[in-house]
């Protein structure tokens, strides 16, 4: 909901940097990135996700997109494993599949990844996560389910990424910790980004990585880019420690929420028992399995016909699923949007 970013206070904060930081024009002293941003970064992860940190480990990255990269580059030689849930997000996939790495899907249950499945097959270079709110299905990794991930990861010496892409966002409970604060064995790299919660153009990500990785990943990220933009690394810097970062997120999660309740009621208006929600206690979209004999291209197309948009859950699956899964966004519609159009894709599946 990009319409709802103060943009005023962030113009102010970009504005005072450019008047007053010369520095600006020459290239920046650290790959890892800013170093009072990392600290600000290393000091919210603690607080608020029990992430374990020093401000050396956070290395600054352009958006998670290049995390995952550049992680895939460091990582992956060609022939190698990756675990990854099923279904997936696809980013990450392809990160991998460009290491011409070979990709194993694991099925995700209601209580995220089926950890008991990583035993049935090969040894894994790596495994890719994102327990906190599941890509694409919603669902949260239980705790047990965590344990159980991090002791088969020391057991089998393999890598684990976890994606922690909007746990900002959560409705209905706290969040559970993350994986990283709950490893003793450098089994994880954490992956955070601030152009989910706060905008996409902000291309700021980070990597969380144990301190054996620093060396290595702030040389490649040097190879890469050199550094990402610094007069955004600035105002974020200043935008946290002055309190806009916490106050923003209240915001929109009460915002957020007030969508995701629309969207869950409007489904249950029209559509009754003929859908199953999944995934909506957290995060900005919920995977909806509906049940019709309609193939999703054909609802995708009378969808379209009616000027509403559907994304199929089908192409973040591996392995071939059933028909009828969809991926509903809310977060940049109104909840009167939200309704209107649950009740023409109603009116579309009438069957």
């Known amino acids: 909901a990009i319409a709802h970013f103060p943009m005023s206070q962030w113009r102010k904060l970009l504005t005072r940097h450019a008047e007053n930081s010369p520095d600006l024009l020459n290239y920046a002293p650290d790959a890892a990135g800013y170093f009072p941003l990392r600290v600000e970064i290393a000091n919210y992860l603690g607080l608020s996700r029990a992430v374990r940190c020093t401000p ?131 089994s994880v790299i954490y992956i955070g980004t601030f152009s989910k919660i706060l905008f996409p153009s ?25 550094f990402c933009p610094i007069l955004e690394q600035y105002a974020l810097t200043d935008w946290i420690k002055l309190g806009h970062f916490d106050r923003h997120i209240r915001r929109m999660r009460s915002l957020y929420n007030l969508r995701r309740q629309a969207l869950i009621k409007a489904f249950e208006q029209y559509f009754g028992d003929r859908v199953t929600i999944i995934g909506a206690k957290a995060g900005m979209h919920v995977m909806v399995r509906i049940a019709t004999r309609l193939s999703d291209e054909l609802v995708i197309q009378k969808a379209a016909a009616e000027g509403l948009g559907l994304i199929s859950a089908r192409g973040y699956y591996l392995q071939p699923q059933r028909q009828g899964e969809f991926i509903f966004g809310y977060g940049q519609l109104s909840e009167e949007l939200i309704e209107e159009g649950i009740f023409r894709l109603s009116q579309i599946l009438k069957d």
């Open 202 to 226: 902000l291309r700021i990500g980070y990597l969380v990585v144990p301190p054996d990785w620093i060396p290595i990943v702030s040389k490649a990220k040097w190879l890469c880019d050199r």
């Open 56 to 186: 050396e480990q956070i290395i600054i990255v352009n958006g998670s997109q290049q995390a995952l990269d550049l992680m895939a580059r460091l990582v992956l030689d060609p022939g190698d494993w990756v675990a990854m849930e099923d279904p997936g997000y696809l980013g990450a996939r392809h990160c991998f599949m460009g290491q011409f790495a070979q990709i194993q899907p694991i099925p995700v249950n209601s209580a995220g990844l089926d950890v008991s499945a990583l035993s049935s097959y090969q040894q894994f270079k790596l495994v890719y996560v994102t327990p906190s709110h599941q890509f694409p299905t919603g669902v949260t990794m239980s705790l047990s389910q965590r344990i159980a991930l991090l002791q088969w990861a020391e057991q089998t010496n393999t890598l684990i990424i976890e994606d922690d892409y909007d746990s900002e966002y959560r409705y209905e409970s706290q969040p559970i910790p993350a994986l990283q604060g709950m490893d003793r064995a450098q």
